[in-house]
């Protein structure tokens, strides 16, 4: 194998072609300051606003409810900590899911000093939570609820939509981390119901450094930042011009990409679990078995008694992660197959494969030869 196939999508994507020429003409042309009056000024400031259509149409929302951050991270403590601060005289109570990105559960973690407290929804055996367990946490006391649409490691989707019809009935704030689904599949505010969104750019072939939250008019927000009042009064600094354009390139490539996207994905990736279960007879998929209720790109395997750190150490030509965060060399299990009941064990042999728009049917059959050549030259077993 002369390139590198890469299956590790949802950790980032190659920044597109499209993408990259529109940042170049805007780092060339764009320098001036978007709140300025003169002519430079204004140019940056038509190119932000073209760059906030372009994410508004692809979400489904209006322009004037897109507010650029600086990556997904922020977009969720924004949402979680701003929300929850400007709902502090409705309750002290936050829920979410045993699942979700450590940008919100750090949030979350954070407001406790505050007087917070958290409620944890569990998830089953297929990483998803029970929609009517996650409503009957939303309580009167609730100052905002959080869950993801899309998990990062394997992959599985969430009932987001009937859960935040019921917070919207209870006139409870309801905030969906995207960042793994917007790009990846068919995304719009209006089919989700929320009353925040968060996206990152690198999560589907944008720069990395930018990001957005989509807030529903009308949603009490109290920002994390002081100083100009930029982005609306909602997230003030000197916008990021030559990122915004390049999330906006990002966002107008998905709109015209995203269903011809999914079925590669689905393609492609089906046909890697194939190959892989002709190396790998007793291979365990970690997350729904239905493909349809999972990303299309994205599959988490468990190799039995084959360490998947040692997989990825020794693995050649291919890019991908463990279901496993490594520390300091020493390998952990993943926290969110321990939450879908995955014993420790089995979650430190678990590979998370993503595959992308650059995947090919013959670069999945190889890389399904390459894992286990690599697993043959793994010393130890679990």
């Not at 409503?135 to 989707?157: C, F, H, K, Y």
């Not at 807030?215 to 000197?238: I, Q, V």
């Not at 998905?254 to 190396?279: F, N």
């Amino acid at each position: 194998m002369n390139e590198l196939i890469y299956l590790d999508h949802n950790a980032t994507t190659p920044t597109a072609p499209e993408v990259r020429a529109a940042m170049n003409e805007a780092l060339a042309s764009l320098w001036g300051n978007p709140s300025s009056a003169h002519a430079a000024g204004r140019a940056a400031r038509a190119a932000v606003e073209k760059a906030r259509g372009e994410v508004a149409s692809l979400l489904g929302s209006r322009p004037g409810e897109v507010i650029f951050t600086s990556g997904g991270t922020e977009s969720d403590n924004l949402a979680i900590l701003g929300v929850a601060r400007a709902r502090r005289q409705a309750g002290n109570r936050l829920v979410i899911s045993a699942v979700e990105h450590p940008a919100v559960t750090a949030a979350c973690e954070a407001l406790a000093a505050e007087g917070f407290e958290t409620v944890t929804v569990p998830v089953g055996p297929d990483g998803r939570v029970d929609p009517d367990a996650f409503i009957a946490a939303l309580t009167p006391t609730t100052a905002v609820a959080s869950l993801m649409l899309a998990n990062n490691e394997t992959g599985a989707l969430q009932p987001v939509a009937r859960i935040a019809e019921a917070a919207r009935a209870r006139g409870i704030p309801f905030h969906c981390d995207a960042a793994q689904a917007v790009g990846k599949i068919p995304v719009t505010m209006a089919d989700l119901g929320v009353d925040l969104l968060t996206l990152a750019g690198h999560k589907f072939y944008g720069p990395k450094g930018i990001g957005a939250l989509i807030m529903r008019e009308g949603t009490p927000l109290s920002p994390l930042l002081h100083g100009a009042p930029h982005e609306a009064g909602r997230r003030p600094g000197t916008e990021n011009t030559p990122g915004i354009v390049g999330l906006g390139a990002a966002a107008a490539l998905a709109r015209r990409e995203i269903h011809d996207r999914v079925s590669h994905a689905r393609k492609v990736t089906a046909i890697l679990l194939t190959h892989l279960r002709g190396h790998f007879p007793d291979l365990v998929i970690h997350g729904p078995e239905d493909a349809g209720a999972r990303l299309p790109n994205t599959v988490n395997v468990g190799l039995p008694g084959i360490p998947a750190h040692e997989v990825v150490a020794k693995v050649e030509g291919v890019a991908l992660s463990a279901g496993a965060a490594c520390h300091a060399g020493t390998p952990e299990p993943s926290a969110v197959l321990i939450a879908m009941g995955v014993d420790a064990r089995t979650a430190l042999c678990s590979l998370r494969l993503c595959t992308g728009r650059g995947s090919t049917p013959a670069a999945m059959e190889e890389a399904a030869a390459a894992i286990a050549a690599a697993a043959l030259k793994t010393g130890n077993r679990l």
